[in-house]
């Protein structure tokens, strides 16, 4: 079973950046859509950005579009989201996963999720 791991979380002052990665171990993401997602204190997580398998398609969420940037590596079993310009309601825990398309990452359906990395975003 894959297992991934967030990090790369950290508190950044509002306009700034901050790059969040996601390793998996137990087996490869090379087959799948890779996403991240996040989920803010009282709120339901939510879809961020999306890549598909062969990288030939990203998504992103209205949000984030023009600030963020989704990549991964998949000989390196990795996927990292580059966050520029952030805003204090970006602040949240980032969660990555896998879906068998960015179509189905966007429903966040996903069934198992991992301790994610929080990013916070003062004013």
């Known amino acids: 079973q894959v297992h991934l791991v967030e990090s790369g979380g950290g508190l950044v002052q509002a306009g700034g950046s901050l790059r969040v990665s996601c390793a998996a171990s137990?087996?490869?993401?090379?087959?799948?859509?890779m996403g991240w997602f996040r989920q803010a204190p009282g709120k339901e997580r939510e879809f961020v950005a999306g890549i598909g398998w062969m990288s030939m398609l990203t998504d992103y969420s209205d949000s984030v579009k023009g600030r963020f940037s989704i990549s991964r590596d998949n000989a390196k079993n990795t996927v990292s989201l580059q966050m520029n310009s952030l805003k204090p309601e970006d602040t949240a825990v980032y969660f990555c996963?896998?879906?068998?398309?960015?179509?189905?990452?966007?429903?966040?359906?996903?069934?198992?999720w991992g301790q994610g990395t929080q990013v916070t975003v003062s004013s």
């Open positions: 137990g087996g490869t993401i090379s087959p799948y859509a």
């Open positions: 996963n896998f879906d068998n398309n960015i179509a189905r990452l966007r429903t966040v359906a996903q069934d198992r």
